[in-house]
């Protein structure tokens, strides 16, 4: 695993990624990162190449195109005919607890609502946890998701809630990417139940100084339909402490309820609102509004894992809102990292077309970031590609909970992918490996 910051996947030298079949770029035609909307269609928006080839140098793209122009390069990758898409790009992820929630999620299925009271138990298991033990989930997490086509990924704290706990989980999220969020607010803890203002106070005082230093965003559950999260009034404390401490801006909004969280993030330039599972006409308008700035970032695993109405995915494209796909990895609402899950999903459940589907999981995430160095294929980005052991980027959402996805690695001086010859699926077989990956981190 890299360090943090480092780029993943690379090695000194240039490398031609060749035997690309379709490389699918999620850049605009000028190379930047497109603008998302209904202005310019997904699919034109993917900048497909067929029969493609990319040249890495020092783990950023120098060069893009047809593989029969393609320059030389000191070493040479033969991908054997699969896709190759952008990396994902996960804005949303709480990566960092122990112990598991498998009997509430059974409980679920049976009819019991969610309402973010099982963050206690969570919370229990995580501070008895040690660093090592906690650090060792976190990087096998890490790992899982970067063998499904993640280079990407925000982690939030959240399941700490107290100065110390709250600090090493944002020290070790710190190990593994630069995305790290501060969730002191995630709810009040079993502990502070009796004084929220108490709570409060610690979270944007003591706390968040303690936490800071090692965050790049905060991030508040705003939902008042939750005795466990926090008002509208409170969220707005909560960032305006973070903001005042050089934090970016993020926020749980309207997942149980139509409440102020949307208007709220939109309000304060947030990067990015997450959930909006409960739109009111007003929260979507201020969405259009927010375009280029607040981003609304949809996390279907969680509607699926906690059996709830999908967010209106189809109506917030078509307005014109900048939509992200993210998969909330935790343990209480969406214990998946998968964010080919996540695709089809969007597809099946939120009818978005699988290019607006990967368009929001790849550029849609790193707009979510506000990185334009990730999330496309393009010269002066980052190296970070996805190969599919597949002919086509459809496939993500033709053949759901299949592993088509993996991170490709360019450091191990690995070789080629073993052509397995075109499938029953037209694309590599299934036989054909998972490519020249590793378990490297991601970012
Ligand atoms: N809703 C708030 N936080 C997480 C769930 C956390 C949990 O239940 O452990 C989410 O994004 O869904
Ligand atoms: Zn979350």
């Known amino acids: 695993m890299p360090q943090r910051g480092e780029p993943s996947g690379t090695a000194s030298g240039s490398v031609l990624v060749t035997g690309i079949r379709e490389l699918v770029t999620c850049a605009g035609a000028d190379g930047r990162m497109p603008v998302l909307g209904p202005v310019v269609p997904?699919?034109?928006?993917?900048?497909?190449?067929?029969?493609?080839?990319?040249?890495?140098?020092?783990?950023?793209?120098?060069?893009?195109?047809?593989?029969?122009?393609?320059?030389g390069a000191d070493r040479r990758v033969d991908l054997g005919g699969r896709a190759v898409v952008p990396g994902f790009v996960d804005s949303h992820s709480h990566l960092v607890y122990a112990g598991d929630r498998a009997a509430e999620f059974s409980a679920?299925?049976?009819?019991?609502?969610?309402?973010?009271g099982g963050i206690g138990v969570s919370v229990a298991a995580t501070r008895a946890a040690s660093d090592d033990e906690l650090r060792g989930l976190l990087r096998a997490r890490v790992a899982q998701m970067r063998a499904l086509g993640t280079t990407t990924v925000e982690v939030k704290s959240g399941y700490g809630l107290s100065v110390a706990d709250e600090q090493r989980s944002l020290r070790l999220a710190r190990e593994v990417t630069d995305e790290t969020t501060?969730?002191?607010?995630?709810?009040?803890?079993?502990e502070a139940r009796g004084d929220r203002a108490a709570y409060l106070d610690l979270v944007c005082g003591p706390m968040l100084r303690a936490c800071a230093p090692h965050a790049r965003w905060v991030d508040v559950f705003c939902e008042p339909a939750s005795p466990h999260a926090f008002t509208g009034d409170e969220a707005r404390r909560v960032?305006?402490?973070?903001?005042?401490?050089?934090?970016?801006?993020r926020v749980h909004g309207n997942q149980l309820s139509a409440g102020p969280?949307?208007?709220?993030?939109?309000?304060?330039?947030?990067?990015?609102?997450?959930?909006?599972?409960?739109?009111?006409?007003?929260?979507?308008?201020?969405?259009?509004?927010?375009?280029?700035?607040?981003?609304?970032t949809l996390l279907p695993g969680v509607e699926f894992s906690t059996r709830s109405?999908?967010?209106?995915?189809?109506?917030?494209?078509?307005?014109?809102?900048?939509?992200?796909?993210?998969?909330?990895?935790?343990?209480?609402?969406?214990?998946?990292?998968?964010?080919?899950?996540?695709?089809a999903l969007a597809v099946r459940e939120m009818r978005m077309t699988a290019a607006e589907a990967l368009v929001a999981a790849t550029v849609g995430g790193a707009r979510a970031l506000r990185r334009p160095d990730v999330g496309r294929v393009a010269v002066g980005a980052r190296a970070d590609l996805a190969v599919l052991d597949a002919p086509s980027y459809e496939h993500l959402a033709y053949?759901?909970?299949?592993?088509?996805?993996?991170?490709?690695?360019?450091?191990?001086?690995?070789?080629?992918?073993?052509?397995?010859?075109?499938?029953?699926?037209?694309?590599p077989g299934p036989d054909a490996g998972p490519g020249p990956h590793a378990e490297r981190g991601v970012r």
Do not use: I, K, Q
Request: hydrophobic share 45%; with cysteine; charged share 15%.
């Open 42 to 71: 997904a699919d034109e928006r993917l900048g497909v190449v067929p029969d493609a080839a990319v040249v890495v140098e020092d783990g950023v793209v120098a060069w893009v195109g047809p593989a029969a122009s393609a320059p």
């Open 261 to 296: 969280g949307v208007r709220l993030a939109v309000e304060l330039g947030a990067a990015s609102v997450d959930h909006c599972t409960f739109l009111t006409d007003a929260d979507v308008e201020a969405l259009v509004s927010a375009a280029g700035t607040t981003v609304a």
């Open 182 to 190: 501060f969730l002191g607010a995630h709810v009040v803890p079993p």
């Open 108 to 116: 679920r299925m049976a009819g019991r609502p969610y309402d973010g």
């Open 309 to 343: 109405p999908y967010p209106d995915a189809r109506a917030l494209v078509d307005a014109g809102v900048d939509v992200a796909l993210a998969t909330d990895c935790n343990p209480g609402t969406c214990n998946t990292s998968s964010m080919p899950f996540v695709v």
């Open 239 to 249: 960032l305006e402490a973070g903001r005042d401490a050089g934090l970016g801006l």
């Open 399 to 427: 053949r759901p909970g299949m592993p088509l996805a993996h991170a490709l690695d360019l450091g191990s001086g690995a070789g080629s992918v073993p052509d397995a010859g075109p499938g029953p699926d037209a694309g």
